[in-house]
Nanobody, 124 residues
Framework: QVQLVESGGGLVQAGASLRLSCADS????????MAWFRQAPGKEREFVGG????????YYADSVKGRFTISRDNAKNTMYLQMNSLQPEDTAVYYC?????????????????WGQGTQVTVSS
Protein backbone atom coordinates (compact mmCIF):
# COMPACT_ATOMS: atom_id res chain seq x y z
CA GLN A 1 0.00 0.00 0.00
CA VAL A 2 1.24 3.46 -0.90
CA GLN A 3 0.91 6.25 1.64
CA LEU A 4 2.30 9.57 0.49
CA VAL A 5 3.14 12.58 2.65
CA GLU A 6 4.37 15.87 1.19
CA SER A 7 6.46 18.41 3.06
CA GLY A 8 8.59 21.47 2.43
CA GLY A 9 6.01 24.01 1.36
CA GLY A 10 6.02 27.58 2.61
CA LEU A 11 5.91 31.28 1.84
CA VAL A 12 8.75 32.70 -0.25
CA GLN A 13 9.46 35.76 -2.33
CA ALA A 14 9.61 35.74 -6.11
CA GLY A 15 12.95 34.43 -7.34
CA ALA A 16 13.50 32.17 -4.36
CA SER A 17 13.83 28.40 -4.26
CA LEU A 18 12.06 25.63 -2.37
CA ARG A 19 12.45 21.89 -2.25
CA LEU A 20 9.41 19.72 -1.67
CA SER A 21 9.59 16.14 -0.48
CA CYS A 22 7.16 13.27 -0.90
CA ALA A 23 7.73 10.34 1.42
CA ASP A 24 6.11 6.94 1.08
CA SER A 25 5.68 4.86 4.22
CA UNK A 26 5.09 1.70 2.20
CA UNK A 27 7.60 -0.90 1.10
CA UNK A 28 7.09 -0.79 -2.65
CA UNK A 29 8.04 2.78 -3.54
CA UNK A 30 10.40 1.72 -6.32
CA UNK A 31 7.56 -0.09 -8.08
CA UNK A 32 5.71 3.16 -8.75
CA UNK A 33 6.09 5.93 -11.26
CA MET A 34 5.67 9.24 -9.47
CA ALA A 35 4.48 12.70 -10.35
CA TRP A 36 3.88 16.16 -8.97
CA PHE A 37 0.70 18.10 -9.60
CA ARG A 38 -0.46 21.47 -8.33
CA GLN A 39 -3.77 23.22 -7.83
CA ALA A 40 -4.24 26.95 -7.52
CA PRO A 41 -7.42 28.44 -6.02
CA GLY A 42 -10.30 28.23 -8.46
CA LYS A 43 -8.31 26.22 -10.99
CA GLU A 44 -8.09 22.59 -11.97
CA ARG A 45 -5.28 20.40 -10.74
CA GLU A 46 -2.46 20.52 -13.25
CA PHE A 47 0.53 18.35 -14.03
CA VAL A 48 3.95 19.65 -13.00
CA GLY A 49 6.27 16.78 -13.81
CA GLY A 50 6.86 13.06 -13.52
CA UNK A 51 9.64 10.58 -12.93
CA UNK A 52 10.08 6.96 -13.89
CA UNK A 53 10.33 4.19 -11.33
CA UNK A 54 14.11 4.04 -11.56
CA UNK A 55 14.51 7.80 -11.68
CA UNK A 56 16.35 7.53 -14.98
CA UNK A 57 13.87 9.70 -16.86
CA UNK A 58 11.82 12.77 -16.04
CA TYR A 59 9.35 14.94 -17.93
CA TYR A 60 7.85 18.33 -17.19
CA ALA A 61 5.08 20.73 -18.02
CA ASP A 62 6.24 23.57 -20.25
CA SER A 63 5.41 26.09 -17.53
CA VAL A 64 8.10 24.73 -15.20
CA LYS A 65 10.65 23.29 -17.60
CA GLY A 66 14.11 24.62 -16.84
CA ARG A 67 13.09 25.86 -13.37
CA PHE A 68 11.86 22.72 -11.59
CA THR A 69 13.68 19.41 -11.18
CA ILE A 70 12.23 16.12 -10.00
CA SER A 71 14.36 13.42 -8.44
CA ARG A 72 13.85 10.38 -6.27
CA ASP A 73 15.80 8.29 -3.80
CA ASN A 74 14.32 4.81 -3.79
CA ALA A 75 16.47 3.78 -0.83
CA LYS A 76 14.73 6.52 1.20
CA ASN A 77 11.29 6.01 -0.37
CA THR A 78 11.26 9.70 -1.19
CA MET A 79 10.69 11.91 -4.23
CA TYR A 80 11.75 15.52 -4.44
CA LEU A 81 10.72 18.63 -6.35
CA GLN A 82 13.42 21.30 -6.52
CA MET A 83 11.79 24.59 -7.48
CA ASN A 84 13.99 27.49 -8.53
CA SER A 85 13.14 31.00 -9.75
CA LEU A 86 9.69 30.78 -8.20
CA GLN A 87 7.07 33.18 -9.45
CA PRO A 88 3.69 34.26 -8.01
CA GLU A 89 1.93 32.11 -10.62
CA ASP A 90 3.57 29.05 -9.01
CA THR A 91 1.42 29.62 -5.93
CA ALA A 92 -0.65 26.48 -5.37
CA VAL A 93 -1.11 23.40 -3.27
CA TYR A 94 1.38 20.85 -4.53
CA TYR A 95 0.49 17.16 -4.54
CA CYS A 96 2.55 14.07 -5.18
CA UNK A 97 0.99 11.05 -6.84
CA UNK A 98 1.94 7.46 -7.55
CA UNK A 99 0.96 4.84 -10.08
CA UNK A 100 2.02 1.32 -10.95
CA UNK A 101 2.28 0.28 -14.56
CA UNK A 102 2.64 3.85 -15.82
CA UNK A 103 5.50 5.06 -17.99
CA UNK A 104 4.50 8.59 -18.91
CA UNK A 105 1.22 10.20 -17.99
CA UNK A 106 0.26 13.77 -17.20
CA UNK A 107 -3.39 13.09 -16.40
CA UNK A 108 -4.67 12.96 -12.83
CA UNK A 109 -6.70 9.87 -13.72
CA UNK A 110 -3.53 7.83 -14.23
CA UNK A 111 -2.62 8.11 -10.55
CA UNK A 112 -4.64 6.24 -7.91
CA UNK A 113 -2.49 7.29 -4.96
CA TRP A 114 -2.20 10.88 -3.72
CA GLY A 115 -0.71 12.79 -0.83
CA GLN A 116 -2.58 15.42 1.15
CA GLY A 117 -0.75 18.35 -0.45
CA THR A 118 1.56 21.10 0.75
CA GLN A 119 0.98 24.81 0.24
CA VAL A 120 3.47 26.90 -1.72
CA THR A 121 2.93 30.64 -1.75
CA VAL A 122 5.14 32.99 -3.73
CA SER A 123 4.85 36.71 -3.04
CA SER A 124 5.78 39.38 -5.56
Amino acid sequence: QVQLVESGGGLVQAGASLRLSCADSGRTFSNYAMAWFRQAPGKEREFVGGIARSGASTYYADSVKGRFTISRDNAKNTMYLQMNSLQPEDTAVYYCAAAAGVVYCSRTGCYPYWGQGTQVTVSS
